[in-house]
């Protein structure tokens, strides 16, 4: 069992908060100078509980407060209690990952938070009822439930903008049920998950190799095998030919010097296409230009029709001298292109005469090439037959693994029927608490095995749910269940922190207060909550103030002094 009984800062930052046990309210209350009582600090209380407890920082509201409002050197200091035996928590946000645990025996300085979970979990004696327990941390996650979670469900206390998974494991450690079960269950559908994701990569490089399904590919892979083998077979009657070794290199000495002069004649021939005569004779009626311009002036055509026939000519002269020079050029590479086809012609002839030697049974018409062919095609071949096997192999593990699955999900089944007598006892226990608040038992809890990603599914209805202010109820109503039930609370640490849940009418607000207050089991343990005392406003039950003046341990208002950290300020982005 643990309880916490005092908040407080080195140096002091914010005013100490004594905690009892029983109900311990924190009030967010108006004053002179605003009505408001959102944004005072009561949210933030909680989480310095939280992060004295060990949350990671990058989760935690402190790492958003600036630095000149709350140094990163000041230890938050939590005071509590583990089964009567009084522990020290200190924990500052520049040294969030080396937290203090200090008794009255010793003091710890922990390398990592890990160590100070498991720490507090041994001294929680967390699983001593239970054969796998959740961690620390999970095991008080439904414990303290955070504002911004909305109670939108009972299997997800934290803040939805966190995305964080529905973890079932604390729940099912609280009600009795295998966690070892679950926690199985969730590795083999990951793995699962994992062999999918292998499959589909599979499906994706076959199509990339051989544009075909895998469901296709072993058809492929038997056509390939059939012509390797048939390409084999006729490498090796080449091979064992007479004189194969002495002509082998000599052919493909043969093949290289084909290309290589094949190359050079394609080049000539893209060179020759680029050459052209130029052939662009200017015709322009000189005289009809001169008898034009010496109607405007006289004399002026003349002097004109001079000039452009010797502009004309001295461009009839380049034309000829460049036309000589590509003339020349085009004689050379025709001459060059003839030296080719010559030699061409000899070596084809001297590659036939080879090659007949070789070429028996017609199958080899390159030697080069059908190396070539071949090593490509075995080199495709290993690799489709690796995705083939490979794929082969995984659709096995994948079965094998939801085979394996199934049989834990049929454990997991007969351990919720094993325990169906608790189940239903805890059930009744909503009820009783249902029928006291809204007055009536229509209501409902039920566990239930699936085959879904969630693997568990806890089916809970109250009366007239779906609603936010009724399904923040329903959440009330099955957290102080587990708090008080016989099903759970050996299991229970406890304590229970609720962060402003309560968003409902006034009767129900009231009933929900008188329940808390009545019962011995809560009184036995602690209950946090946080509330806006506007909500309190216009109640003429006596007992009801009276209730809120025996446990308001703390309040906050607008007013700078009145707030948690007696400053007002923006949270760092």
Do not use: W
């Not at 009822?129 to 909305?150: A, C």
């Not at 058809?219 to 070794?245: F, M, P, R």
């Not at 005469?353 to 075995?378: P, W």
């Not at 693997?455 to 109250?462: G, H, L, N, V």
């Amino acid at each position: 069992m643990l309880k916490i009984r005092k908040l407080y800062t080195e140096p002091q930052i914010i005013d100490p908060i004594i905690f009892y046990d029983g109900i311990n309210l924190i009030l967010g209350e108006k004053n002179d100078s605003s009505n408001k009582t959102n944004g005072v600090g009561k949210s933030l209380c909680i989480e310095f509980i939280n992060y004295a407890l060990l949350k990671k920082k990058s989760d935690s509201r402190l790492s958003l407060i600036p630095a000149s409002v709350f140094p990163e050197d000041t230890d938050v200091c939590l005071d509590i209690e583990i089964n009567e035996r009084k522990y020290t928590l200190k924990r500052s946000i520049s040294n969030s990952e080396n937290p203090v645990i200090k008794t009255n025996e010793e003091q710890i300085t922990f390398s990592k938070i890990e160590d100070a979970t498991e720490y507090l979990a041994q001294k929680c004696k967390i699983g001593r009822k239970i054969d796998t327990p959740p961690s620390f941390r999970k095991s008080i996650g439904p414990l303290i439930r955070d504002e911004n979670s909305e109670f939108k469900s009972i299997t997800s206390p934290y803040d939805t903008s966190k995305n964080i998974a529905d973890d079932y494991s604390p729940h099912l450690y609280l009600l009795g049920l295998s966690v070892s079960i679950y926690e199985k269950i969730k590795v083999i559908s990951k793995e699962i998950k994992k062999v999918v994701d292998e499959l589909k990569q599979i499906e994706k490089n076959v199509y990339l190799l051989k544009q075909v399904k895998v469901s296709e590919a072993r058809v492929e892979l038997n056509e390939l095998d059939s012509e390797i083998d048939y390409i084999s077979q006729s490498i090796d009657t080449l091979e064992n030919t007479k004189g194969y070794e002495l002509i082998k290199g000599e052919i493909i000495s043969l093949e290289e010097e084909i290309e290589e002069l094949r190359n050079k004649k394609g080049l000539i021939l893209q060179n020759i296409s680029k050459l052209h005569i130029i052939d662009r004779k200017v015709d322009i009626d000189t005289q009809e230009l001169s008898e034009y311009y010496n109607q405007l002036k006289e004399g002026l055509g003349d002097f004109i029709s001079k000039d452009l026939f010797e502009v004309i000519q001295f461009k009839s002269k380049i034309d000829q001298f460049q036309n000589k020079l590509i003339s020349e050029k085009r004689n050379n590479l025709e001459s060059d292109l003839d030296e080719l086809n010559i030699l061409l012609t000899e070596l084809d002839k001297q590659y036939k005469d080879k090659i007949r030697i070789l070429d028996q049974e017609g199958a080899l018409k390159n030697l080069k090439q059908t190396y070539s062919v071949f090593q490509k095609k075995t080199d495709e071949a290993s690799q489709l037959r690796v995705f083939v096997d490979k794929y082969h192999d995984l659709e096995k593990e994948k079965q094998t693994k939801k085979s394996n699955k199934e049989i834990e999900l049929l454990r997991l089944q007969a351990d919720i029927s094993d325990n169906e007598e608790n189940l239903k006892l805890f059930e009744k226990e909503i009820l009783s608490i249902h029928d006291f608040i809204q007055g009536n038992r229509r209501a409902s809890f039920e566990v239930k095995k699936t085959s879904k990603n969630q693997i568990i599914e806890f089916i809970y209805r109250i009366d007239d749910d779906g609603s936010h202010s009724v399904n923040r109820l329903g959440v009330f109503i099955y957290d102080i269940a587990l708090l008080i039930s016989e099903v759970t609370r050996d299991r229970h640490l406890g304590f229970l922190i609720h962060d402003n849940i309560f968003d409902v009418d006034r009767d129900t607000l009231l009933r929900s207060l008188k329940f808390i207050h009545g019962n011995n089991i809560i009184q036995k343990n602690q209950y946090i909550l946080t509330l806006n005392s506007d909500k309190l406003e216009g109640f003429l039950d006596t007992e009801i103030n009276e209730i809120v003046q025996m446990y308001t341990r703390a309040s906050f208002t607008k007013d700078i002094n009145g707030r948690f950290l007696k400053q007002k300020y923006q949270e760092k982005k």
